[in-house]
């Protein structure tokens, strides 16, 4: 199952984690010194949703991220989903 978003394209994306140790010189330490650097991915909040097309009248399911059903509320889904192409009517 692929982590894609339908209508945003947000896909996984990989970063880093700085491990780190010491106490920080402004609370008495000696200071932070990174000790290793891990690498990890950073993941959409994807939800698999089924979405009501007023003007097709049908359920149409689709995977979008939080950011992508508030663009659905805002503008509605049939113009959402016919932008995104995941619709042609």
């Not at 939800?47 to 991220?65: G, M, N």
């Amino acid at each position: 199952m692929s982590k894609v978003c339908d209508i945003t394209g947000a896909k996984v994306t990989r970063g880093s984690i700085i491990h780190r140790r010491g106490m920080a010189k402004k609370k008495g330490g000696v200071g932070r010194h990174v000790t290793k650097n891990v690498p990890r991915t950073f993941t959409p909040n994807l939800h698999e949703h089924r979405v009501w097309v007023a003007e097709l009248r049908k359920y149409v399911r689709i995977k979008v991220t939080a950011r992508a059903m508030k663009t659905i509320n805002k503008n509605g889904a049939y113009v959402t989903l016919k932008k995104a192409g995941l619709i042609s009517a």
